[in-house]
């Protein structure tokens, strides 16, 4: 059976940095999280200038996955467990905080001397409570190593993580997450399911789409009903889709500046940690 839409949440400015924005339309005034699934993060297209020196400093993470689906450019990671990696369009990044990690992220440096445009979706993947003190890991994968699912003309989904249409993504996951990126041409209709329990998202990146029977706006996240398994997809527009489903975590979430713990007071432990350099130092 269809599921139905609980929520169409419209990406909202929010600033990163002094400078920098993203549309964020999770967590939203009108929803808050669906535990695993914390933040949702677009970077519109934006044009590096040849010669520029952007890039977000070095800054702390603890007790979550922040990960990047890189749509176009070129994104470098670095961090002071050890991993420094550039990765390009179409490819995803996922770095697991763990105990806690300082990192810096932007355009690698190729896209700093020549110019070029940058757009991604970052989300904020949280892990149970028994995870959030493990060691630092990072993974990504490359575009042609994401399974093509749901094949057809005229329809190009890649499946990062988590297992769908009898295949698996390369990502490997705490818990179960089924994550899909992908474009689907004007005209074209494609069934998507999910596991009833589940937490379901579908960010429309671009293009407008009909689900299941309700048109939506680019740069709108829908949050689905846990109940039944069905998502009908019909392309209004030429789109593109980053596709969630997630087996819930059911504990109690606390979210403060770049921290995903349990209790308030863990999070206070994080900021003060990081204050006294607990986090340890990284060069850029």
């Not at 001397?113 to 959030?132: C, D, M, R, S, Y």
Request: with cysteine.
């Amino acid at each position: 059976m269809k599921k139905s839409i609980a929520h169409i949440l419209k990406g909202r400015e929010k600033f990163i940095t002094k400078e920098e924005t993203v549309l964020q339309p999770l967590p939203h005034k009108d929803f808050r999280f669906a535990n695993p699934f914390i933040v949702l993060h677009h970077q519109l297209p934006k044009t590096i200038q040849p010669g520029s020196a952007h890039r977000i400093h070095p800054h702390p993470h603890r007790g979550f996955a922040p990960v990047t689906f890189l749509l176009q450019g070129e994104g470098y990671h670095k961090d002071n467990a050890g991993h420094d990696e550039t990765i390009k369009a179409g490819d995803v990044q996922w770095m697991f905080a763990g105990k806690g990690v300082l990192h810096s992220e932007g355009p690698s440096q190729d896209i700093l001397n020549n110019g070029g445009t940058q757009e991604f979706v970052q989300l904020w993947i949280n892990v149970p409570k028994a995870n959030k003190w493990d060691e630092p890991t990072y993974q990504s994968a490359a575009k042609d190593q994401l399974p093509k699912i749901l094949q057809q003309e005229g329809v190009n989904l890649r499946l990062a993580s988590g297992e769908y249409d009898g295949l698996t993504g390369p990502i490997k996951t705490y818990t179960p997450v089924i994550s899909v990126v992908g474009d689907i041409n004007q005209g074209k209709r494609v069934q998507l399911t999910a596991t009833p329990g589940y937490w379901t998202l579908l960010y429309v990146i671009k293009g407008r789409i009909c689900v299941n029977q309700e048109s939506v706006q680019p740069q709108h996240l829908i949050v689905f009903e846990k109940e039944n398994d069905e998502i009908i997809v019909i392309a209004e527009e030429d789109a593109q889709v980053l596709f969630l489903s997630a087996e819930p975590i059911d504990e109690p979430v606390a979210a403060k500046d770049n921290f995903v713990m349990n209790t308030q007071e863990e999070t206070e432990q994080a900021i003060t940690d990081y204050k006294n350099g607990v986090f340890g130092t990284l060069s850029y």
